[in-house]
T-cell receptor, first 115, second 112 residues
Framework: DAGVTQSPTHLIKTRGQQVTLRCSPK?????VSWYQQALGQGPQFIFQ???????QRGNFPDRFSGHQFPNYSSELNVNALLLGDSALYLC??????????????FGQGTRLTVV | DAKTTQPPSMDCAEGRAANLPCNHS???????VYWYRQIHSQGPQYIIH???NNETNEMASLIITEDRKSSTLILPHATLRDTAVYYC?????????????FGDGTTLTVKP
């Protein structure tokens, strides 16, 4: 079992560009959550996808959007990149939103640098 | 969710108990105290949670004061692998934990 897989691992983009990050959940998991973690800070919840729909959203602007595919994999898209979007982006998968505590698996993250 | 306050960093000698404090003075009656940790370059890992009674599992013990305004996570015999950032969060039980907001946590460094 490959666990949660994120790609790419590192990415450098220019301010104003758009970026797409990808996440494949752990086998058997159907819920995917995305987080932004700035250097030295805790992860901040962006949104959560279940049954191909955005179910919950954190306090992030509309520049952050996502998608979940029928195979439960997910994408995070960020438009009009700002320098402040530089962070580690984490994806977590779980089978049940209420069992997140003990059943969520995290990927290794994508390190996005905006220059 | 109620706000929590934690010291930014702590050191602990290997083999000794690590006691990590957390203040949550605005906690509501139906909010639980949760602890997670994040080892470098990995996602947060659930450790333990409790409402008002002390809790213990294979990883740690959680001591919650009687007024529930603060708590302490205890790692009884810290090892080098316990070096991580520890987050204290308060939230209602069985709400969507995935949308928890993590603060800046306490960086625990276990030294040989």
């Amino acid at each position: 079992d490959a666990g949660v897989t994120q790609s790419p691992t590192h990415l450098i983009k220019t301010r104003g560009q758009q970026v797409t990050l990808r996440c494949s959940p752990k086998s058997g998991h159907d819920t995917v959550s995305w987080y932004q973690q700035a250097l030295g800070q805790g992860p901040q919840f962006i949104f959560q996808y279940y049954e191909e729909e955005e179910r919950q959203r954190g306090n992030f602007p509309d520049r952050f959007s996502g998608h979940q595919f029928p195979n439960y994999s997910s994408e995070l898209n960020v438009n009009a990149l700002l320098l402040g979007d530089s962070a580690l982006y984490l994806c977590a998968s779980s089978l049940d939103r209420e069992a997140w505590d003990t059943e969520a698996f995290f990927g290794q993250g994508t390190r996005l640098t905006v220059v | 969710d109620a706000k929590t306050t934690q010291p930014p960093s702590m050191d602990c000698a290997e083999g000794r108990a690590a006691n990590l404090p957390c203040n949550h003075s605005t906690i509501s009656g139906n909010e639980y105290v949760y602890w997670y940790r994040q080892i470098h370059s990995q996602g947060p890992q659930y450790i333990i949670h409790g409402l008002k009674n002390n809790e213990t599992n294979e990883m740690a013990s959680l001591i919650i004061t009687e007024d529930r305004k603060s708590s302490t996570l205890i790692l009884p015999h810290a090892t080098l692998r316990d070096t991580a950032v520890y987050y204290c969060i308060v939230r209602v039980l069985n709400t969507n934990a995935g949308k928890s907001t993590f603060g800046d946590g306490t960086t625990l460094t276990v030294k040989p």
